[in-house]
């Protein structure tokens, strides 16, 4: 089919397909260019003739042939080998009952007639069977990336479940973790402010006594102190010198036990033992409940700066690295 359509499309003077087909009286076609050089190499003989039939023309006229010119067109523009492997189609063209042929690049398919063959010029265009068999592997391609994605996105949902529901199991099983272990550090404080606040009162009330024991004994020191002053005032307000001097005897044996030296001695309030870093002193003291005769850990320094609070819970609950 191809070679016959070929044969039909080949100019008998180059050889070669068509160029601007003219068509002379005696119905046979040639590229315009041939027959008039033909005939210029004529002007000679005088007489022009056909190079098929040999037949003469005195004034010939070239007459364009635009239906054969379109037909060279449409096979130069389609591939050979299109039209080679194109069989009929099972819906043919409505217009034409030819065979089908398929553009890839634009993805339709194309009448060797209707078409437009320069919208295709420079695409792919096969015959159907191989547009056939060139799509299904693209697609049967396509179809695995799918199911190849399709199967991670599968196995990333599971992960991601799976992980949900662990999270929210160790969520849940944390949340009782953490309500134990603050409810334990609650009990432990509450049972370390009773304790404080039991030696504040007993530090309050021991060093009540020693001042009111101290308060009662100066009082009475004061009282025998006032009364060596009065009676030294009294003797000191006698003008006459017999009778001041006749007292003076006496005046020894009066004032024995009325004069006292202060020499006042106190203890300070233990002021500190509630007052300065305190949550130092509370968090050490809960450790030393918690783990008895071991040293605070490093998240309570030495130097008395506070550690934040995540740090101290940590070690407190036995989660952090002691």
């Known amino acids: 089919m191809a070679c016959s359509l070929k044969d039909e499309l080949l100019c008998s003077i180059c050889l070669s397909i068509y160029q601007d087909p003219v068509s002379l009286g005696c119905e046979h076609y040639f590229c315009r260019r041939c027959i008039t050089e033909h005939w210029v190499r004529q002007e000679a003989q005088g007489a022009r003739d056909c190079p098929e039939c040999r037949r003469t023309f005195a004034e010939p006229a070239l007459a364009p042939s635009l239906k054969l010119a379109n037909i060279v067109e449409r096979y130069s523009a389609f591939p050979l080998d299109a039209i080679l492997n194109a069989r009929r189609a099972a819906r043919p063209c409505q217009a034409h009952d030819k065979v089908k042929l398929f553009c890839l690049t634009d993805r339709a398919l194309l009448c060797f007639f209707c078409d437009e063959p320069a919208l295709h010029e420079q695409h792919q265009v096969t015959g159907i069977d191989d547009a056939f068999e060139e799509l299904q592997r693209e697609l049967k391609e396509q179809l695995q990336a799918l199911q190849d994605s399709e199967r991670e996105h599968t196995e990333a949902l599971q992960l991601l479940k799976r992980q949900l529901a662990e999270t ?20 432990l404080l509450r049972e370390r402010q009773k304790a404080m606040l039991e030696e504040l009162e007993a530090d309050t009330a021991r060093t009540l006594t020693d001042i009111e024991q101290k308060v009662q004994r100066y009082s009475q020191q004061l009282r025998k102190v006032q009364e060596g002053a009065q009676i030294l005032q009294e003797r000191l307000a006698e003008t006459d010198r017999h009778t001041f001097l006749a007292g003076v005897a006496s005046l020894s044996e009066r004032l024995k036990g009325k004069i006292h030296e202060t020499n006042l001695t106190y203890e300070d309030f233990p002021t500190s033992k509630y007052t300065g870093p305190l949550q130092y002193t509370i968090w050490k003291s809960l450790f030393q409940d918690i783990h008895p005769g071991c040293s605070p850990p490093s998240c309570v320094p030495q130097d008395k700066s506070l550690p934040s609070l995540s740090q101290f819970l940590l070690c407190k609950t036995g989660m952090g690295k002691m």
């Open 168 to 187: 929210k199991s160790s969520t849940k099983s944390l949340r009782t973790t953490i309500g134990e272990a603050f409810e334990r550090l609650h009990r």
